[in-house]
């Protein structure tokens, strides 16, 4: 195969080598896995990927064995090896070959050298077309998700060069007001504030020539009312931020491979893992989504899946806290972050204390949230004790089962105030992050936790952040981390909710006190 490899992902899926079309297999399935891994340039499971394209009760791993000879006969070549596979992860290898909708959205991000209109131009052009047009359905419902979310991306950058392409200084007057059309099609709200903003501006000039008092401010017409199109735009925009993640792995002293990711610029934060963590799903989570956009905005965010879920490894013998941390130890220096805020959810929190008072020179402040010292079976009755129990033997018999009801234990107790909405997508996430004998695993381990004996040597500014009404994990244990603390600040929010949803008052709340510690601390 030349090294002049082009991939077309704008319309069908197209390859060509030199100019030329490589033919692709007939299968549909096939086409879909290829296109999948071109488009997020990652490393999968081969156990998420039989999922997504082969949910049959037969050898599924023997279908993607098949897909995966048919697709390397297409993009490997002699000394090239595109496709890379391992027992447990596929990957394909993009190095020097041209993608045409990585290539678009590459220009658009260069401020440094913007494309000219005649690069614009092309770009309008292509991405008239429907991208991975025929794939629909090729694989399951979360393959689906994912196409539409891929397709919202293009069709948001065929809005910002409709954009450019309308306010080019290089476009002629003519050609602005068909693009100028264009736009207004595709994103009529924007298109018609910044023909408002112009005649703004117009008018501001004309009232300084004829030396009229310039307009109050209540008399400009400023575009104030942000729609439900306008909010919708919002989530799609941090949905794409986060997408534009940045995956890595590394490896723990005991083989375990650990899955991480980075976004923002800044100085860095690290989130400690927590129930339950995807680095691929998070992004599109009505949970999680907002709350790590606000996060990137200024920063560095980094955060990764523990040990037994999401992208790391599932197939592990040591699930304990021990091993937790060490993850955690794992991943910093893996980045080699010298000095930085632990941001600690549930049990996060004990691990990052155990972390930050092993290192407390590279901790520069806590911020812990819902969080406790010890587990259930230091603090439990023997009655709840009990009760856990019973869970941990129903999450192994119903967790992996198409009925949500098992995995509805904890969506309930975790959110009990979120929407029907919200819970749903937290039973589905919840399945697809581990599997059921791992969620008994993490549930017995959680419950083993103690740090109550390092509270008083954490010496690094800390804040604990914790639900009047939390469900899962009382306030009186949140409190007890921050009297055991020294000089720990502690912030009650108005919660009935041990994971904050970003409709509820508290999250806020949440945001604007943790920003003010960090402010407060210069960290």
């Given at each position: 195969?030349?090294?002049?490899?082009?991939?077309?992902?704008?319309?069908?899926?197209?390859?060509?080598?030199?100019?030329?079309?490589?033919?692709?297999?007939?299968?549909?399935?096939?086409r879909?896995?290829?296109?999948?891994?071109?488009?997020?340039?990652?490393?999968?499971?081969?156990?998420?990927l039989?999922?997504?394209?082969?949910?049959?009760?037969?050898?599924?791993?023997?279908?993607?064995?098949?897909?995966?000879?048919?697709?390397?006969?297409?993009?490997?070549?002699?000394?090239?090896?595109?496709?890379?596979?391992?027992?447990?992860?596929?990957?394909?290898?993009?190095?020097?070959?041209?993608?045409?909708?990585?290539?678009?959205?590459?220009?658009?991000?260069?401020?440094?050298?913007?494309?000219?209109?005649?690069?614009?131009e092309?770009?309008?052009?292509?991405?008239?077309?429907?991208?991975?047009?025929?794939?629909?359905?090729?694989?399951?419902?979360?393959?689906?998700?994912?196409?539409?979310?891929?397709?919202?991306?293009?069709?948001?950058?065929?809005?910002?060069?409709?954009?450019?392409?309308?306010?080019?200084?290089?476009?002629?007057?003519?050609?602005?007001?068909?693009?100028?059309?264009l736009?207004?099609?595709?994103?009529?709200?924007?298109?018609?504030?910044?023909?408002?903003?112009?005649?703004?501006?117009?008018?501001?000039?004309?009232?300084?020539?004829?030396?009229?008092?310039?307009?109050?401010?209540?008399?400009?017409?400023?575009?104030?009312?942000?729609?439900?199109?306008?909010?919708?735009?919002?989530?799609?925009a941090?949905?794409?931020?986060?997408?534009?993640?940045?995956?890595?792995?590394?490896?723990?002293?005991?083989?375990?491979?650990?899955?991480?990711?980075?976004?923002?610029?800044?100085?860095?934060?690290?989130?400690?893992?927590?129930?339950?963590?995807?680095?691929?799903?998070?992004?599109?989570?009505?949970?999680?989504?907002?709350?790590?956009?606000e996060?990137?905005?200024?920063?560095?965010?980094i955060r990764?899946d523990?040990?037994?879920?999401?992208?790391?490894?599932?197939?592990?013998?040591?699930?304990?806290?021990?091993?937790?941390?060490?993850?955690?130890?794992?991943?910093?220096?893996?980045?080699?972050?010298?000095?930085?805020?632990?941001?600690?959810?549930?049990?996060?929190?004990?691990?990052?204390?155990?972390?930050?008072?092993?290192?407390?020179?590279?901790?520069?402040?806590?911020?812990?949230?819902?969080?406790?010292?010890?587990?259930?079976?230091?603090?439990?009755?023997?009655?709840?004790?009990?009760?856990?129990?019973?869970?941990?033997?129903?999450?192994?018999?119903?967790?992996?089962?198409?009925?949500?009801?098992?995995?509805?234990i904890?969506?309930?107790?975790?959110?009990?105030?979120?929407?029907?909405?919200?819970?749903?997508?937290?039973?589905?996430?919840?399945?697809?992050?581990?599997?059921?004998?791992?969620?008994?695993?993490?549930?017995?381990?959680?419950?083993?936790?103690?740090?109550?004996?390092?509270?008083?040597?954490?010496?690094?500014?800390?804040?604990?952040?914790?639900?009047?009404?939390?469900?899962?994990?009382?306030?009186?244990?949140?409190?007890?981390?921050?009297?055991?603390?020294?000089?720990?600040?502690?912030?009650?929010?108005?919660?009935?909710?041990?994971?904050?949803?970003?409709?509820?008052?508290?999250?806020?709340?949440?945001?604007?006190?943790?920003?003010?510690?960090?402010?407060k601390?210069?960290?």
């Open positions: 195969m030349a090294q002049d490899l082009e991939i077309s992902l704008l319309g069908e899926l197209r390859v060509l080598s030199s100019g030329e079309e490589v033919s692709l297999p007939a299968s549909r399935k096939a879909a896995l290829l296109a999948f891994l071109i488009a997020t340039g990652r490393p999968h499971r081969r156990e998420r039989c999922e997504l394209f082969w949910d049959i009760p037969d050898d599924p791993k023997a279908a993607l064995r098949w897909a995966l000879s048919k697709l390397r006969k297409t993009v490997d070549g002699p000394d090239e090896v595109r496709i890379v596979a391992d027992r447990e992860r596929v990957q394909f290898v993009p190095g020097g070959i041209r993608i045409d909708i990585t290539d678009i959205h590459a220009r658009l991000r260069d401020r440094d050298h913007p494309p000219a209109v005649e690069d614009l092309e770009m309008a052009h292509r991405l008239e077309q429907v991208l991975l047009d025929g794939l629909d359905g090729a694989g399951d419902d979360t393959f689906d998700a994912w196409l539409t979310a891929e397709r919202e991306d293009a069709r948001a950058a065929q809005v910002e060069v409709l954009k450019r392409l309308a306010t080019h200084p290089d476009t002629g007057s003519i050609a602005a007001r068909k693009w100028m059309r736009w207004a099609e595709a994103d009529p709200e924007d298109a018609d504030a910044h023909r408002q903003s112009v005649a703004r501006q117009n008018a501001a000039r004309s009232s300084e020539r004829s030396g009229e008092a310039r307009a109050k401010p209540a008399e400009t017409g400023i575009y104030e009312t942000r729609t439900q199109d306008a909010q919708n735009r919002v989530r799609k941090r949905a794409r931020a986060l997408r534009a993640q940045r995956i890595g792995f590394c490896e723990v002293a005991d083989g375990t491979k650990i899955a991480f990711a980075s976004i923002g610029s800044g100085a860095p934060v690290l989130k400690a893992a927590n129930w339950l963590n995807h680095l691929e799903f998070d992004w599109s989570s009505p949970i999680w989504g907002r709350s790590f956009a996060i990137a905005r200024r920063r560095t965010f990764y523990e040990r037994g879920c999401g992208l790391s490894d599932w197939d592990v013998k040591d699930l304990s806290f021990e091993a937790f941390v060490e993850d955690l130890e794992a991943v910093a220096d893996t980045l080699g972050l010298e000095r930085f805020p632990l941001i600690g959810i549930s049990q996060g929190c004990a691990v990052s204390i155990e972390y930050a008072v092993r290192h407390p020179h590279r901790v520069s402040g806590l911020i812990l949230i819902g969080g406790y010292a010890a587990g259930w079976r230091h603090l439990a009755s023997p009655e709840e004790q009990a009760r856990r129990e019973a869970v941990l033997t129903l999450t192994e018999l119903g967790w992996g089962t198409d009925n949500p009801a098992y995995r509805h904890f969506s309930q107790t975790f959110m009990p105030e979120a929407s029907a909405e919200t819970l749903a997508w937290f039973d589905e996430f919840q399945r697809l992050t581990t599997s059921p004998r791992n969620a008994a695993r993490f549930q017995d381990a959680f419950g083993h936790i103690d740090v109550r004996h390092r509270l008083a040597d954490v010496r690094a500014p800390t804040i604990v952040l914790h639900s009047r009404h939390d469900q899962r994990i009382p306030l009186d244990q949140g409190r007890a981390v921050a009297s055991g603390i020294p000089g720990a600040q502690f912030v009650p929010l108005e919660s009935h909710n041990h994971i904050l949803v970003d409709q509820e008052p508290a999250w806020q709340v949440c945001l604007n006190a943790i920003g003010a510690f960090l402010e601390h210069e960290i």
